[in-house]
């Protein structure tokens, strides 16, 4: 929705709270979307959103509860009667309660853990005792089991008693006494099927599931691979303990394209929105990676002060240098973003490392051979004859033009390289970005500028 719809709404619903009209309020949140009003919540005071929250229909709060950020669903269990409270954490599903306690303080989780039934609060348990990363913190147990020997007519009476509290109902899981997955059936499977047909007889036994252990991020990815709603998750001896859907699925996929983002840009990631993030935690958040580049940009000065002697004797070449070390990064930032993102859809591997190289070499070496062709003529047409610069003679433009095909090779090598190190050793690729690139390429790029100008130019 437009910024201007929430600002309009905003203020409508503000009179009319002044007004007290609250019939007219509950008849306008409930034909919204669950996550606009929860978007419409945030531009409100504590005090107001809390007393809107009441005017809601009940099952239709819960579901905008889940929408709110951890701000407002603190403020809102905090202002609630444990009967409130009881009746919210009844109509959440099991993954949605797991998300929300993990980013509570203790006393709320001890509040939330105590309007929990017996049952929901021994499956919260289960799922909060799985690695923080993996598919069994992501996976809900709210899922329609069937077995192979019943009958559709069955199935789809089991369906309309339990369905109500699952996430999904269009896709079953079909399991053993033992509950080991043996085969999934979709509600489409079953209609066509006919209610004298056998569950067992409709399944499809060619499952793809994934592990309670497996990384999310890979089973988000499966789920986009293979364009599932649903994947279901088995331990090790292939028993169904839960499933992960697809708008957990795409969570993941947000949050881990955020902090890829963050970390390409030098930040350390952070799991709040950017206003909702004090000053101070911004802070800290970037001055680390601030420091570390500032302290290692030195070794560039190093460089140049160790040519200073030489530069003096050709100063031409100093009005250059920002060009090539501009070059130089861009092209290096270039081939790392390419190379992150394809590791990140899992499109490359380390084992395609020398593919990977090859291919950006004859790239590069496009790239420079074209970069270095335009600038010899804007150097002998501008800088040369219509500035007058005299100074710039054949062999400056030459050691100009021959630094800026090495320097985009280099770089494009070196971009290409690092994330897929750094995923080798078990470091984030995204880290490997355009600001460490830029830096290392920065120092190459000057050290092959100097040993350019000293075989050419003699200094």
């Not at 959103?49 to 951890?70: G, Q, S, W």
Request: proline share 3%.
């Amino acid at each position: 929705m437009p910024e201007e719809y929430y600002e309009d709404l905003y203020e409508e619903i503000d009179e009319l709270t002044e007004e007290k009209n609250y019939s007219k309020i509950r008849s306008i949140l409930s034909d919204m979307a669950a996550t606009d009003v929860a978007l419409l919540f945030e531009r409100f005071s504590a005090e107001k959103y809390t007393l809107l929250f009441r005017i809601l229909p009940k099952e239709f709060a819960a579901e905008c509860f889940v929408e709110m950020d951890t701000d407002m669903q603190r403020a809102l269990v905090e202002a609630f009667s444990d009967a409130e409270l009881g009746y919210v954490v009844d109509k959440l599903f099991i993954d949605d309660t797991v998300d929300i306690i993990e980013e509570m303080p203790s006393g709320i989780v001890k509040r939330i853990l105590a309007q929990a039934t017996p049952e929901k609060r021994s499956m919260i348990n289960q799922l909060l005792h799985y690695p923080k990363d993996s598919a069994g913190s992501i996976m809900t147990t709210e899922f329609v089991e069937l077995k192979p020997d019943m009958l559709v007519s069955e199935a789809f009476c089991r369906i309309r008693e339990t369905g109500l509290k699952k996430e999904t109902v269009y896709t079953c899981y079909v399991t053993d006494s033992e509950r080991r997955l043996i085969g999934v059936v979709t509600v489409k499977d079953m209609i066509l099927g006919g209610d004298a047909a056998a569950v067992g007889e409709l399944m499809e036994t060619s499952i793809i599931s994934v592990n309670t252990h497996d990384d999310k991020e890979d089973v988000a990815r499966s789920m986009d691979k293979y364009d599932f709603l649903a994947i279901p998750v088995v331990d090790n001896e292939n028993r169904l303990v839960g499933i992960v859907t697809f708008d957990d699925a795409m969570d993941v996929i947000s949050e881990e394209d955020t902090e890829d983002i963050e970390r390409m840009a030098a930040i350390l990631p952070s799991d709040k929105p950017y206003l909702k993030t004090s000053i101070f935690e911004t802070w800290k958040k970037r001055i680390p990676w601030l420091l570390l580049l500032m302290i290692s940009a030195t070794f560039t000065g190093q460089i140049i002060s160790g040519f200073e002697d030489r530069l003096a004797a050709v100063s031409v070449l100093i009005a250059y240098i920002p060009m090539l070390m501009d070059t130089g990064g861009n092209s290096g930032s270039q081939s790392s973003v390419t190379v992150i993102r394809g590791l990140s859809l899992g499109e490359i591997s380390f084992s395609d490392f020398f593919r990977v190289l090859w291919r950006e070499l004859r790239v590069s070496v496009l790239c420079g051979v074209t970069l270095a062709a335009a600038n010899f003529v804007k150097l002998i047409l501008i800088d040369r004859i219509a500035f007058g610069n005299t100074e710039l003679s054949y062999a400056a433009i030459t050691t100009v033009c021959l630094t800026l095909v090495a320097t985009v090779i280099i770089s494009k090598l070196v971009g290409a390289s690092l994330p897929m190190l750094a995923e080798k050793i078990g470091f984030d690729p995204a880290v490997m970005a355009s600001p460490f690139i830029t830096t290392v390429v920065d120092a190459l790029s000057l050290l092959i500028y100097f040993r350019f100008a000293t075989m050419i130019l003699n200094t």
